[in-house]
């Protein structure tokens, strides 16, 4: 797909047109990535955070979030579930710190999950931890961890300027995807849809972006309100709707475009449609992340309002997506790391 066809079909209102994108879209993932379905059991591991972008519930100044730290055994115990579910990888998430501690932590959480006992080093493991140096990712991929989610939010380095405060860089943000992929990850990013300002002349861009930079996984989704942001002020009208249609435009246009990336159908679908994620799955993605954060910890762990599942455990969460999967006809790749086709093909 070029430019301009791309910025068609995001145009694209007529509901027998989209369901033929997202049947092509699908039919390319077949021949791709296959029917199978990853799970990446998610641990929230924190909720603090030094940056203050102006779209997120957690932003440091936010005063009315109260903050937590899980436990390095809190940590490990929820891992453990994992195993015992059959996951094959974790993503580790967290706001972003890059004081010595965080990192410290990170490293120890990371070696001690890899050599949990009768897991025979068999949870994969993503992080999401945020801007980092070149030497804490090393630190982390020495650990184990060999996948990194760092979502650029967009391309268009203007409208980063209006989401995110003076002191927040776009060519920081930029140097770190770099970073990552010399040091070794799969290197994931993504976007938010549908944000004030945006345009799908944007949108367009980020899915060129994913191809230029040579991305292995994508994580984006709709973007929701949280009303105790700055951001929230300048929304004017009920953008759900608009958002679930415009995300799975993107989720099918990446996979047509792309082909072989993993692309993660995300909980904010979900938070728009209780079928949000099957929806997903249906346009191009491949991947879904179960919580299984503690419940105690997931009502503090808000980047946007209305996130389901904060008191599902996590046995609980696993058998529903389960069962909505099985309902369209996919497969769960239990014990499996699902890494990236992308990735595997480059090396």
Request: some cysteine; hydrophobic content about 35%; overall charge negative.
């Amino acid at each position: 797909m070029d430019r301009s066809e791309i910025i068609r079909w995001l145009k694209e209102e007529d509901p027998r047109r989209l369901k033929e994108l997202y049947l092509r879209a699908y039919a390319v993932k077949l021949k791709n990535v296959g029917n199978h379905v990853f799970f990446r059991g998610i641990i929230e591991l924190s909720n603090i955070c030094q940056k203050d972008c102006l779209y997120c519930g957690i932003r440091k100044s936010n005063a009315r979030v109260e903050r937590f730290l899980m436990s390095k055994q809190e940590i490990l115990e929820s891992s453990k579930s994992a195993l015992d579910m059959q996951y094959g990888s974790l993503v580790l998430q967290s706001g972003e710190r890059t004081d010595l501690e965080f990192v410290d932590f990170v490293e120890d959480v990371v070696r001690e999950i890899k050599a949990l006992r009768d897991s025979n080093n068999s949870l994969g493991i993503t992080l999401s931890l945020g801007e980092q140096t070149q030497e804490t990712y090393q630190r982390w991929f020495d650990a184990g961890a060999h996948r990194y989610l760092l979502r650029i939010e967009t391309s268009n380095s203007k409208l980063y300027e209006e989401l995110h405060p003076a002191d927040h860089s776009f060519s920081e943000r930029l140097n770190c995807l770099e970073v990552l992929r010399k040091v070794g990850y799969q290197v994931g990013t993504g976007v938010m849809i549908g944000l004030p300002y945006q345009t799908v002349e944007d949108l367009a861009d980020d899915i060129l972006f994913f191809k230029d930079k040579d991305i292995d996984m994508i994580g984006m989704g709709p973007y929701l309100v949280h009303k105790d942001t700055p951001l929230a002020e300048s929304i004017q009208e009920d953008i759900r709707k608009k958002n679930l249609e415009l995300g799975l435009k993107m989720i099918a246009l990446t996979r047509i475009h792309l082909q072989d990336v993993n692309i993660a159908a995300t909980t904010a679908l979900q938070a728009l449609s209780l079928s949000g994620r099957e929806m997903g799955l249906q346009s191009g993605a491949n991947i879904i992340m179960p919580n299984i954060t503690h419940t105690k910890y997931r009502k503090f762990y808000q980047l946007y309002e209305d996130k389901p599942c904060l008191d599902e455990n996590a046995s609980l969460c696993r058998d529903c997506l389960s069962q909505r999967i099985d309902s369209i006809g996919e497969e769960i790749g239990y014990n499996q790391w699902g890494d990236s086709p992308h990735f595997l093909k480059k090396r």
